[in-house]
């Protein structure tokens, strides 16, 4: 079974300029998430799907980040335009409901390094 | 809110010696409690779980057990290995669907 994929791994960009991760979540799996994880911390959430509905983006810094979840299935983060402080690995995860007992499966992670 | 506390790291230990890494946990309500793995270059990884309180969760030697009364849940290790080096974290999850995790203490075994 393939697990969750996530593109790029690394992405370099200037401050102010736009930049994109794309998330394919494993097959079957309604709810997706994603998470910011800081050096040194832990994964902390940014949105959460259930199918194409974001049901939890309180954490969401909306002035400069989207995001958007297409047929339910694979997902895009955004943001634009990127500053200094978003450097960081933007994580994404899927589960097969989003309940909290429920084991969450993450990707790679995709690096970012705003300079 | 939820939060999740963990013993700060690095910790360094030799092969064949006993591990402890602890989690405290404030929660409202019963959430479900896990420990994550994240290896040199890999995504994160579930280690264990539990989701009562007394349940004792179990995977490749390490154990943690669900303890309500001092909402804790410790993980722990007989004998750790080489391979055993990489990134915890511990976390909880809540009936609405919220997760919380803690920062992670990093291990390594040193043969």
């Known amino acids: 079974e393939a697990g969750v994929v996530q593109s790029p791994r690394y992405k370099i960009i200037e401050k102010k300029q736009p930049v994109a991760f794309w998330c394919n979540p494993i097959?079957?799996?309604?709810?997706l998430y994603w998470y910011l994880q800081n050096l040194g911390q832990g994964p902390e959430l940014l949105i959460r799907?259930?199918?194409?509905?974001?049901?939890?983006d309180s954490q969401l810094p909306k002035d400069r980040f989207s995001a958007e979840r297409l047929k339910g299935v694979d997902s895009t983060l955004k943001i634009q335009p990127a500053e200094l402080g978003d450097s960081a690995v933007y994580l994404c995860?899927?589960?097969?409901?989003?309940?909290?007992?429920?084991?969450?499966?993450f990707g790679p992670g995709t690096r970012l390094l705003v300079l | 809110g939820d939060s999740v506390t963990q013993m700060e790291g690095p910790v360094t230990l030799s092969e064949e010696a006993f591990l402890t890494i602890n989690c405290t946990y404030t929660?409202?309500?019963?959430?479900?409690l896990f420990w994550y793995v994240q290896y040199p270059g890999e995504g994160l990884q579930l280690l264990l779980k539990?989701?009562?309180?007394?349940d004792k969760g179990s995977n490749k030697g390490f154990e943690a057990t669900y303890r309500k009364e001092t909402t804790s849940f410790h993980l722990e290790k007989g004998s750790v290995q080489v391979s055993d080096s990489a990134v915890y974290f511990c976390?909880?999850?809540?009936?609405?669907?919220?997760?919380?995790f803690g920062d992670g203490t990093t291990l390594t075994v040193k043969p």
């Open positions: 995860a899927s589960s097969l409901e989003g309940r909290g007992q429920e084991t969450q499966y």
């Open positions: 097959s079957g799996h309604n709810t």
């Open positions: 799907y259930e199918n194409e509905e974001a049901v939890d």
């Open positions: 929660a409202t309500g019963y959430p479900s």
């Open positions: 539990a989701t009562k309180a007394d």
């Open positions: 976390a909880l999850g809540t009936n609405a669907g919220k997760s919380t």
